[in-house]
């Protein structure tokens, strides 16, 4: 461990630069917005979803994320509680039918803004978890006859769980951590050999059969550099909070919460194991949401060691770094993304590193494409919401260290 002196410079040193490209990372997104950019102007959520979440972390006034809640609400929202817009193509209306709903429903709950509050949309998200705790994508559309998909991941179970926690939801946010712990400890055996699984079937079974094409959806490794790294941050992050919001609102006591932090611990001494090259792939980006939450949370209570803490805040850092400031571009916002649905589509061979403030890709979407066109203002939304975690977290370190709280209080 260096020097404190040495290490709190470096620190501040980052905070400042996150400070700035937090800054400008919210006056791209508030130039976009309607009339003069798509936000608010196109029927699509998915140029709001984030955006939204990104406004609020990068500290725009409220009074404009609440415009882009109330343009979600009154021209998205369909009578069967779920959000989205007709004519959207499936790979937005359907694939990501709750996903965006809870992206800026958790917004609208720290707001406490109206559609947070309707008890029509409370109920249709409620639907789409099921009995072990795991949420759907996609349950189709009448809420009477509801059609689950065959597997649960943990990009909704996660998702879900902060909305759960921003509603105040304890029974429904507990049994999202209970999943993601059990699949954390399903794939213990394989993150010890260097890979993932990232499913499981409704009744608890981690599905391992995956096949060629299918595998960037279906697994990750610890060597190929472009794969949807998110399975690990996400899952870290949701796990930290509830830890948190379980031990501090709802007075749980810390034994009774262990395989929670004992689960993000897991992913995080899987996520050790990755090379530097996969930080350059923006499906880095929620890695650094989950290394930021655990070093909060981890400061916060004073557990763990120095070494720690200090693998908690490398990841965030490296996060911070590679995959958001070194990204951004000249505008103050990000690139565009072709998110691959299958690892073996030539758009695999996109690069999203820009040289001298350019990027070498198409900035529209690629018909008949085998990915997801993700618009500059998504991906900036989210990355500003992921780096104010990581800010949040190594700030709290950093104060810490100040005050000279270095100890350990509390054994994991």
């Known amino acids: 461990m260096p020097d404190i002196a040495f290490k709190r410079r470096e620190m501040e040193h980052l905070l400042n630069a996150i400070a ?38 990068a500290g725009v006034d409220h009074r404009l994320v609440a415009r882009l809640l109330d343009w979600a609400y009154a021209e998205a929202l369909q009578p069967n509680g779920d959000f989205y817009f007709a004519d959207e193509p499936p790979e937005y209306r359907d694939s990501q039918r709750v996903y965006r709903a809870l992206t800026f429903g958790k917004v609208a709950a720290w ?26 994508a996609y349950i189709g559309d009448d809420p009477q006859h509801p059609t689950p998909a065959p597997t649960i991941g943990t990009l909704n179970t996660s998702f879900f769980g902060h909305m ?57 490794d610890n060597r190929q ?59 880095k980006c929620k890695m650094g949401w989950g290394a930021g939450e655990l070093l909060r949370v981890l400061v916060k209570y004073q557990l763990g060691d120095e070494q720690t803490r200090e693998t908690a805040y490398q990841v965030a850092r490296k996060v911070a770094i590679y995959t958001f400031m070194d990204n951004q571009l000249p505008h103050g916002g990000w690139s565009c993304m072709h998110y691959p649905l299958g690892e073996l589509i030539p758009e695999m061979a996109f690069e999203y590193k820009p040289l001298q403030g350019l990027v070498n890709v198409p900035d529209q979407r690629i018909p008949g494409s085998q990915t997801i066109f993700l618009p500059s203002v998504e991906i900036s939304g989210e990355f500003l919401g992921e780096m104010k975690a990581i800010e949040v977290g190594v700030r709290a370190w950093w104060e810490a260290l100040a005050r000279g709280q270095s100890d350990v209080k509390e054994a994991l």
């Not at 917005?33 to 972390?57: D, F, Q």
């Not at 309707?118 to 009995?131: G, S, T």
């Open 20 to 57: 700035i490209s937090l800054q400008r990372g919210g006056a791209y997104l508030v130039s976009q917005c309607a009339p003069n950019g798509p936000i608010m102007r196109e029927r699509n959520l998915s140029y709001v979803h984030k955006a939204t979440w990104g406004m609020y972390a």
């Open 111 to 136: 707001l406490d803004h109206p559609l947070s509050r309707d008890q029509r949309v409370i109920n249709r998200l409620l639907q789409y978890q099921h009995a072990s705790g795991g949420v759907f």
């Open 164 to 220: 759960m926690l921003a509603l105040g939801r304890e029974r429904e946010a507990v049994r999202a951590g209970d999943w993601l712990v059990r699949w954390v400890q399903a794939n213990a055996r394989h993150m010890s050999q260097g890979l993932m699984y990232t499913t499981m079937t409704p009744e608890g079974q981690l599905i391992t059969d995956v096949p060629p094409g299918q595998r960037i959806a279906g697994m990750l």
């Open 225 to 283: 550099p472009k794969q949807e790294f998110w399975q690990v941050g996400t899952t870290m992050a949701y796990l930290a909070s509830l830890y948190d919001t379980s031990r501090e609102r709802w007075q749980r006591d810390a034994a009774s919460l262990a395989p929670y932090l004992e689960a993000a611990l897991a992913l995080l001494d899987f996520e050790t194991t990755m090379p530097l090259e996969t930080y350059i792939w923006p499906s």
